[in-house]
Every structure is written in C-alpha cells, then in structure tokens.
C-alpha cells in the first residue's frame, strides 16, 4: 500500500502525535478524492501520497507532509477551509490555502491534474477571451503562492513537490499541453528550487522539463550518456582510489564520489561555452567531502600541487558563498592523462546545505544539531529581494519580476566608496542607482563604468565599479519604463519610478496618456478607435481613466497595443491598403504520429484547408491527401494504407508597409536588417534614398504577426543609432 511506503518514509524523530496527524490527513484526503482519477487512471489519492512523500524525504514538519496530503482537497472537492481548520488546526489550513487555486476565474487550467472528461481525450473547446482568462489565474495563482511564500517557505516547498510530481508523470498527459506545462516548469520552478538552494529538487525539475521542451537534444544527449557511462565510471573509480590514498598519506579524511552530470546542464553548458557534447562530457568531476573548514583547503593545497590547476577555474564559495548561500571549493586541474578534473571541495554541512538548501533547516533540527544560521538569513534575503511585492497588483507583471528580481543570477558591484551592492544578474545603471537611494535614482542621468562614461541600458557585471551622474533637480524619464529600450530591468526600480510618476498631477497625467498613445496609434497607421470601448476591454470605466493610466505609467504602452491587437478589427487595420495575401499556411499537412512526412495534395479532388480529409500512403511518393469523400478514396481497398491527417496550424503575417528617417551612416541597413531577423520577421520589399543632407529615407514592408509585435519593432528601430523616426504608412 502506498501508504504504507510514506509512513516508513517519515522521519525518525517524529512523535506519536506528528504521526497520527499525518495519518489523518491522508484518511481525509482518500475520502475527499475516492472517485477521483489522474490522467493515468490511477486513484487521484495517489498524488497526494507521492506530494507528502518528496515532501518527508526533505524532513519537514509533520504539518507540512499533511498540508501536502491535503493540497488538493478545497481545490477540487467538498472539503473547506474551515474543516481544515476545525480538524488540523491554522497551521495547516494556512499551508493548505497558500497552494490552493484561486477560483474566482473560469477553472480551465486543471489538465495538470484531471483527465479533461469522462468519454476521452478531446480537449474541451475554449474561447479565445477565456485562454486570456486564463493565463490570469495561472498568474494570479503564482503570485498568491509567492507572497505567501514571502511569510512561510513551506508553502512554496509544497508546490515544489506537487509539480515535481506532476512532472514525473507528465508522459500521461495529452501533448498539447506537455511542452506549456514543461516550459512554465523550467522558467519558474526550477529556478525557484534554485533560489531556494534545493538541489536536489532544482536538477530533477530542469531534466524531466528539458525532456519535453527539447525531446529531440534531450534523447541524443541522454544515449551519448548511456553509451559512455562504463568508461566513465571506470575512470572515475581509478581517479577517487588515487585521490584516497593521497589524502590519506596526508591525514586528511574524506569521502569522495564521482559528481553526476545531468542533461540539462550539459546541454547549457554546451550552448553557454559553445562547444560539442564531446568536450563538454570530457571534463571528469568529483566531489570531496571533508570534516572542516581547515581541511576544505588542506585538500585544496595538496591537489594543487600533485596536479597543476587551471587557470580561471578556481572559485572560493566558502570565503564568498553564492547568493543562495551555496558553499564550497571549485578548481579544476590538468589530471596525470592531460585532461581536465573538476573537483568540489566542502564540509558535510556544507553539503547538507548544497543538496537541500532551505530545507536542510529541518535537518539540523532533526540531528539535535545547532540551530541552522543561515536559515533566517535566507529568508531575509528571500523578502529582501521581494520588497517590491506589496506593489505590484497585476499578476502578469508579479510574476514576470520574480523571474527578473529573484529567480535570476547575482551580479556583485561596488559603489565609488567601495559598497557592495546586490544586484540581479542583467541590472541597469538606473538599477544600480535607485538601489543605492531613491532620490539618485530619480535625478540619474548618467553613469561611468570602471571610470568610463556608458549608455544607461549597459549591463552591470560583477566587479564593476559604478558613478551615477546626477542633476540637480528633476524626475525619471517615462522612455525608462519602456520595456523595449531595456534601460530598467528591476522591479525595485519600476516600482519606484511609477510612485514618481503617481505623484504627477491627474490633468497632466491624462494629457500624457492621450499624447502617448495617439502618438503611438498614429505610428501604427490607426486614424480611428473607439477610446471608450477599449478602456472598458482593458477593465477601466471610461476612457479618461486609460489616459491617466497611461499617463502615470501604471499602464504600459505595450499592454494597450496587445489589448489592441487581440480585438476583431485588428485584421481589417493590418491589412489596409494591402494588395498582398495577408497570411499563409505553413505545415499544411499534418500526418498524425509521422511528423515530418512527405504529404502532397491530391489533384482528383483537391482538398482546401476546412475540408474533412484522409491520407493514403503511395508507394514512393509518401502520403498523398484526398477529401474523405473523394470518389477515388470511395474505391480503394487496401484500407490499412489509409492514414488519419490533419490541417497544420495557420501562422498569420501581414505585410505592412513602414517608413525609416534616418541620418545616414555605414551599416545602417545592416543593423535594421539584423533587428527584424532577431525578431524573426521577414523583409518583402525594401527601397532607400538618400538626400543631399545625407538624410536616409527607408521605405520597407515587413511581415508581421500583430500590432504588438509592429509596436515593439518600431520602439527598437527607433532606438538605434542615428535613427530619427519610424512608422507606419500606407501603402503605395
């Protein structure tokens, strides 16, 4: 019985009563869940169990495997809130809640969960708004979670588990919905279990989400894995057996594993350094574990000298612990073959803290030991890095700063008087200074880099030493919240520069707006829009309250225009004055389970995109597609050579026509062109003429997907060098 295995799996220092507790939970949840089933027909039950299970193997308490029982229960069952409470008490029913759903939207995200109906696998059919719909309960659901997780970390190891689990199992869900669900999982909750410093979660999450993101690098990578691991573990047992004896002719004792090499990180590092599996597969690493800090680099100094050590390649963790408290020795040497070895050096609290990170507090605990230190300090800086929480309302945006503020690396810099300021990996200057003080931040209007003067969108690396150039008076630029110009990456520091800007007067705030967003209309070649009609789309009652919006930076610019976009006049705006066809069909030809067939289209029949249709496999020239009624089709015999088709999805573009004024300059071309392949738009047609100002004129007609993607490109045209305006025209 399941159960069964989770209670031998509870930890040994729990009472009587922390067991009882947990047994509880799980007599509640089997009955809550009893006709309950998962998409691969086994008890729903089941889930709960293997979330409560992930959740004993971290050692926590016995309240936190119950909540992780009863995670499911007020989302999609009779119990409540208040029966939890009754019957497990606030603890619990506030872990319970932190997890739980929001449901005040249409409920259509449960496919993580729940086979989607009773008769088969079709997906129910939903309407374009409710997708938007629901992509705001995703979002909304994440930033309940992250702010409680702001007041108790057990709540988000709670969903930790539960996607780690729906991760395991996510082979029986349907395919549309693998690669979004494996996506979210490897730019949110892996990361998360990064930041938390939960190895042991983080490495898992990233390699079961790398296996359907990417099948295809994921399966080549994993058989050149399995090809080679007997020559790699033979070479590793004669690494380790030389290593012991020299650390034991020395006095030094230690443990000493070969360090396993996980796909997705072989695969980043691949791509990070630009090299084959090969050289990458090549680098040998092990790991030793030694009683103190002393001998960390007592071992250190005997490597280095039996084996010379790398340049570049060493790294103090222990002097200067990673941002989530990560701590060990890092070098590599040239081994006795000529090959490089990685080699990691630590204490066992230092490995405690590597594999479980946050989670090791409850280690500590359990082996009677001192209390962990650095458990209060990673939740103050956990809160720290989210002070900005209690600023951001809308959730697409909560969620999007996590991922840019918490989730992402460290960068280290230093302040002319030799500060260390904390930043996230990718941080501006205007970052950098309104981190120092709010009020340099607002009057920044320039900054020196290690003594030289730089563009105010230049990333910060580590070491850098900062200057901000300073007026005397004055405010933030509104072009700083221009997530297109990439000048602010920082929540902190848009939380601060949209405070500035609230404080602004409603009269010019709405003038602001008005002017901004006619400004950007008329870029668009958009002469006519009901304001009232999408300020009421947006969620604001009238349209003056958009243009305050706008105006005080509450609402970006690029928020309106995809609202815009997604309303049915878009395609008559797009394609005005466009002779050519607005949109084309790519994969016409889907052949269920033998993507990337050769498919062509009958010539009896000739079937268009909307027609019932049906393959039949020629001999030598692949599947050829005929209306299920064709007479031809009627005729034929051989039944078993008939395949299931269907129609490829319709990518949309539509040409539009842009102008570009522009100083002329070499590689001006070059630098547009290079900007809209990034973008991954094609050029049709293009013309320039140049006056005898050396004035450039550049006349192109680009395809595009939507007004959104229109908008931003025309913000990036603008932005470089010697560029005056670009917009819209119409056509001819």
């Known amino acids: 019985m399941p159960l069964e295995k989770l209670l031998e799996q509870l930890p040994e220092h729990y009472s009587q009563a922390d067991r009882e507790l947990v047994m509880k939970a799980y007599a509640v949840a089997e009955e809550a869940h009893r006709e309950q089933k998962r998409h691969s027909g086994e008890p729903y039950i089941n889930h709960c169990i293997a979330v409560a299970s992930i959740l004993a193997d971290l050692k926590v308490p016995a309240e936190v495997v119950a909540a992780g029982l009863l995670h499911d229960t007020v989302e999609d069952t009779s119990v409540t809130f208040a029966d939890i409470r009754r019957d497990f008490g606030d603890t619990v029913r506030l872990l319970v809640d932190g997890v739980t759903k929001l449901t005040h939207l249409p409920r259509v995200s449960r496919g993580d969960q729940h086979p989607e109906n009773e008769n088969g696998n079709e997906e129910p059919i939903i309407q374009p708004a409710l997708l938007g719909r629901n992509e705001d309960i995703v979002s909304e659901t994440l930033r309940k979670t992250f702010l409680a997780m702001g007041e108790d970390v057990r709540v988000v190891l709670i969903k930790l588990a539960d996607r780690l689990h729906n991760m395991r199992t996510l082979g029986h869900m349907p395919e549309h919905k693998r690669r979004r669900i494996a996506q979210e999982t490897l730019e949110i909750f892996a990361p998360l279990a990064n930041r938390l410093g939960i190895w042991q979660l983080k490495w898992e999450l990233e390699d079961l989400s790398f296996r359907y993101v990417n099948p295809e690098k994921y399966k080549e990578i994993a058989e050149q894995l399995a090809e080679r691991r007997p020559d790699r573990e033979k070479q590793l047992e004669e690494i380790k057996d030389k290593l012991v004896k020299l650390l034991e002719k020395n006095n030094i004792k230690s443990e000493i594993s070969g360090r396993p090499k996980h796909i997705y990180s072989i695969f980043r590092k691949m791509e990070k350094k630009d090299r084959s599996f090969n050289r990458v597969f090549d680098v040998r690493a092990v790991r030793l574990i030694v009683p103190d800090v002393p ?33 060990s020795l890092h ?48 939740i103050n800086s956990l809160r720290s890095m989210m002070e900005w929480r209690g ?49 340099i931040g607002h009057r920044c209007r320039g900054a020196r880099v290690n003594g030289k003067l730089v563009p105010l969108y230049q990333e910060l690396k580590t070491s850098d030493n900062v200057e901000i150039l300073t007026a005397k008076r004055g405010g933030p630029s509104r072009d700083w919240l221009n997530p297109s110009l990439g000048l602010v990456k920082t929540q902190r520091a848009r939380s601060k520069i949209k405070v500035w800007f609230k404080k602004q007067e409603d009269e010019q705030n709405l003038t602001q707006g008005r002017a901004t967003l006619e400004r950007e209309l008329q870029r ?22 958009l ?47 033998l993507k990337g067939m050769l498919a062509s289209i009958a010539k ?23 209306r299920r009624d064709c007479p031809n089709v009627l005729k034929m015999h051989d039944h078993e050579r008939f395949l299931k088709v269907g129609w490829g999805k319709a990518e949309h573009t539509y040409p539009v026509p842009i102008a570009i004024k522009a100083y002329d300059r070499q590689g001006l071309m070059v630098d547009i062109s290079k900007l809209l392949a990034d973008e991954g738009i094609n050029i049709a047609n293009v013309t ?15 395809e595009v997907r939507d007004l959104s993607q229109l908008s931003r490109v025309l913000n990036r045209i603008e932005n470089l060098p010697n560029v005056i305006e670009a917009h819209r025209t119409n056509a001819g």
């Not at 945006?397 to 990718?426: C, H, N």
């Not at 668009?524 to 309250?545: H, P």
């Not at 009896?604 to 597609?625: K, L, N, Q, S, Y």
Request: charge should be negative; aromatic fraction near 10%; glycine fraction near 6%.
């Open 331 to 378: 070098t590599a040497v040239q081994y006795d073959d000529k090959r490089p070895l990685e080699v990691q050096i630590r204490t066992p609290d230092m490995h405690l803290s590597a594999e479980y990170g946050i989670a090791a507090h409850w280690r500590y605990k359990e082996g009677g030991k001192h209390a962990d230190k650095n458990f209060e300090k990673h």
């Open 604 to 626: 009896c029949c000739a079937p268009m995109p909307g027609d019932e249709i049906i393959g039949f496999v020629t001999r030598g020239r692949g599947v050829t597609v005929h």
């Open 391 to 439: 600023d951001v309302n809308d959730a697409t945006e909560f969620v999007e700063s996590m991922q840019s503020d918490v989730f992402k690396d460290r960068v280290y810099v230093f302040t002319p008087r030799g500060d260390i300021i904390d930043l996230p990996a990718g941080s501006t200057p205007i970052d950098f200074a309104y981190h120092v003080h709010t009020d």
């Open 524 to 545: 668009l070649g958009i002469n006519e829009i009901n304001y009232e009609k999408l300020a009421r789309d947006i969620g604001y009652k009238t349209q003056d309250e």
């Open 295 to 327: 001998s960390c680099y007592a071992a250190l100094g005997l490597i280095h000298t039996t084996w010379r050590p790398i340049q570049g390649e060493f790294d103090d963790y222990i002097a200067a612990p990673k941002d989530n408290f990560y701590q």
């Open 547 to 593: 243009f305050i919006a706008l105006g005080s930076a509450d609402l970006s610019i690029n928020k309106v225009i995809k609202q815009f976009s997604n309303t049915e006049e878009i395609k008559d705006i797009l394609e005005a004055n466009v002779t050519e066809k607005p949109k084309k069909l790519t994969d016409a030809v889907e052949v269920v389970g």
């Open 688 to 702: 320039v003429n140049v006056n005898h100002r050396s004035v450039a004129v550049l006349k192109l007609i680009i």
